[in-house]
């Protein structure tokens, strides 16, 4: 039609006696507690689906009529009343419970915590996959334990793009804009009651943020966005799209949220004591930090040192290749003012982001240059990553530099089905839910009768496969299928009787994941599907980057491999993998295959989710299945030999998960059939609940954080800061004197060995020590007992050595006697590293000297 075309919006006027419902609609609480879903689901289930389950977005388009009658309705309006007093219970329970800690956190401590991504739920699409999940999971349980907790990320118009897979097994990538007035968020107003904006200094311009607030429970998560009119076309993009540009628009993504956040908290009058860098992205916030310091009248190495006293930084990548690096020009356009500003010289700051071997400025060695908390997200991860980042710390050990662990957890909460909640109230007892880290609690599992256990397992499933149905069918149906073959393909996933033994594998289908391990050996895995009497379904779902090209390959693997006669029905692979459908895949499965290429799983999260909700995990040992595992709570697939290439791993890996298929898990299924299940599977499931349940939670984990990070990390900004920074300005100066000295730093052995004595004899062990002008307190010399072949690290013992007094030529004597507690061969090594009573970490320094 001719003219133009205008937009009109008429939204509804809400009743006072459901004011309080937009109140819920603006909280993500809803994304972790069912009832509040439930209660907004029950307005309108189909538009509900439709706006993809957004409270805020439902209520904006409700027919005005259907919330007359819900107002007029006793039964909704005594829910709703439930699901606000349980809101309320939940939020104004903050002020009673004690801070983690040793010390605790302190009541006027602040911890900001910066990612890229954030995955709460998915009516608030700002993240791609994991590391989203966790950082939202992460805010989450510091809500649930009343933190001092505040989230800073980024807001972008396009999140991840949605999947579409058609009949070829092509991926189709789809971008949709977000519309910020249907997702849970407000903007930031500053003192005056304006729009807060921030504005981030680039080469020749201004770029201005515009400041959101998405409000999680307890914690508060601030997102910049630079689609606003002061910004030119260009910079309007920057945070256009999710991982998307290209290198320039990726720093300066990573700019605006670590030099951008910095500047929000300071804007809103905040002033966190702890800063957790979560993942290199926002590692630029340390320089941030820096500048306002040497503004301060303070030197560059003294606010370094009071910077990263404070700093968490948790690596989640366990390749070198994962971690963001620029190449140095571009670093030196974006931060020549910096170094400017604060005086420093252009090989400083490229040090800052140098590794021992680059030569690029790489993300991560900025985030331990800049902070004293590091941590790799499972035991496995954190060996792997103290050996990636080992030449942060040159003459330390990788068993010993500061790199630890803190092994990921999940959000119980947001991912146990509801249908257990009833069934734990009666046989674990009310108030489960606040004894999630206690085994006893949970070692209770085994009190639910199996017929019961086992109904709600098969109820699980017969939601997941409606779910499974619905989406197989607007995918069959849109690629032009039949209906006739849609019912051939949905056979063995039938909602009325789940009764198939279903096996999930769903994540990103990046290429060491290995989604297709599965159809290594074809025939063997025809003859495990061929059983009539035993069927077995695989669903496959998971997304791969539009710019991976292997990884969209695997996808197309799978697709057709799905449509051959004989694993037709058999196999299904769900496009548009979201947390929707992540729900209903951990709850409703049998089992959760994971079969990375050890040791390249960080941590993975996905099977822990499985687990807690009565799944058992098939997986290789690797990330936090190598810690979960015991031996009878799911089956593992033991790393092949590191000689092997990868086709010979593959193999050999492959043939163990066949071989447990084939020999465990389809004949453990299927066994018993007579009583309608099998109850040697009742147990290992119930097992599986018992021992994943209390390690694995995040409750546990964010409690380990406080006590292991973010208390220290607290304190220590208390030390460095007082008085003016003399703490961080004394350590500054002591690090540079020891710099300057350590290479003339020496030891010499002045006893005669000893190479054996009787059990109870006592040794004196004399060294003569060169310190090179340092102080005999500015050093330890230490005596390292291990047994033969061990590591020096494995059950060291160590023995500090006394200082005796001062010798010739700069040398001091140290001594140490002592009497061995045990009898047998043993090593012993001595050597002497930098002491003082400010460092965070014993070795941050990286530098030690062996005997």
Known sequence: MPGIRYQLEVNPEIPPRLARLEELANNLWYSWDRPTRSLFARLSANLWRAVNHSPKALLKRIDQRRLKEAADDPVFLGTMNRVLAAYDAYHTASTTTELPGEPPLEANDLIAYFCAEFGFHESLPIYSGGLGILAGDHCKGASDLRLPFIAVGLLYRQGYFQQAIDRAGRQHARYNDNDFADMPIEPVSDAAGNELRIGVDFPGRTVWAKVWLARTGNTRLYLLDTDIAENALADRDIIHQLYGGDRRTRIEQEILLGVGGARVLQALGLHPTVWHINEGHAAFLILERIRGLVGQNLPFAAALEAVAASTVFTTHTAVPAGHDHFVDEMVLHYFSDFCKTTGLDHATLLGMGRTGDGSEFNMTALALHGSRFHNGVSRIHGEISARICGNMWPQVSAAENPMDYITNAVHVPTFLATDWYETFDRHLGLGWQHRLSDPSCWANVQRIPDQIFWSIRQSLKAQLLHLVCHRMR????????????????????????????????????????????????????????????????????????????????????????????????????????????????????????????????????????????????????????????????????????????????????????????????VPMYYRNAALGYS?????????????????????????????????????????????????????????????????????????????????????????????????????????????????????????????????????????????????????????????????????????????
């Not at 040791?599 to 909700?613: D, H, Q, V």
């Not at 033991?638 to 050999?652: C, I, M, N, V, Y």
């Not at 043993?826 to 941050?844: K, S």
């Open 474 to 665: 607007q995918q069959h149906l849109r690629n032009q299928g039949s209906e006739a073959h849609l019912e051939r393909i949905l056979r063995f996933a039938d909602p009325s009787n789940p009764t198939v033994l279903t096996i999930g594998f769903a994540r990103r289908f990046a290429t060491y994941k290995r989604a297709t391990l599965l159809f290594n050996d074809l025939d063997w895995l025809r003859e495990i599907l061929s059983d009539t009497q035993r069927p077995v379904l695989f669903i496959f779902a998971g997304k791969a980057h539009p710019a991976d090209e292997p990884g969209q390959q695997l996808i197309r693997q799978i697709v057709e491999l799905s449509q051959r006669r004989e694993f037709e029905g058999r196999i299904l692979l769900l496009e548009d993998y979201d947390l929707h459908l992540a729900r209903r895949l951990v709850a409703g499965v049998d089992v959760w295959l994971n079969n990375p290429v050890y040791p390249l799983e960080a941590s993975g999260t996905s099977g822990m989710k499985a687990a807690i909700n009565g799944a058992i995990n098939l997986s290789v040992l690797d990330g936090w299945w190598g810690e979960g595992y015991d031996g009878h709570n799911g089956w593992a697939i033991k790393p092949a030999a590191d000689s092997l290439d990868p086709a010979q791993r593959d193999a050999e890996e492959a043939r163990t998960l066949y071989e447990l298929l084939q020999d465990s898990v």
């Open 679 to 851: 109850p040697e599977w009742v147990n290992m499931a119930k097992q599986s609940i018992a021992t994943i349940m209390p390690r694995f939670n995040m409750r546990r984990m964010v409690t380990e954080y406080a006590e292991k990070f973010y208390a220290p990390a607290a304190a220590q900004w208390r030390r460095y800061s007082s008085d003016n920074f003399a703490g961080a300005r004394r350590l500054a100066e002591w690090k540079a004197r020891v710099h300057a000295a350590w290479p003339g730093v020496r030891l010499r052995r002045i006893d005669q060995p000893v190479a054996c004595i009787r059990y109870g004899a006592t040794l004196r062990f004399e060294i003569a020590a060169q310190l090179n002008g340092l102080a005999p307190e500015d050093l330890t010399v230490e005596l390292v007992f291990t047994r033969p072949d061990e590591p020096v690290q494995a059950k060291a013992k160590r023995y500090a050595m006394h200082h005796e007094h001062a010798l010739e030529a700069g040398e001091y004597l140290f001594s140490r006697e002592l009497s061995p507690d045990r009898c047998g061969k043993m090593d012993y090594r001595i050597r002497i590293f930098p002491t003082h009573e400010l460092l965070t970490h014993p070795f941050e320094m990286g530098m030690m000297t062996w005997l």
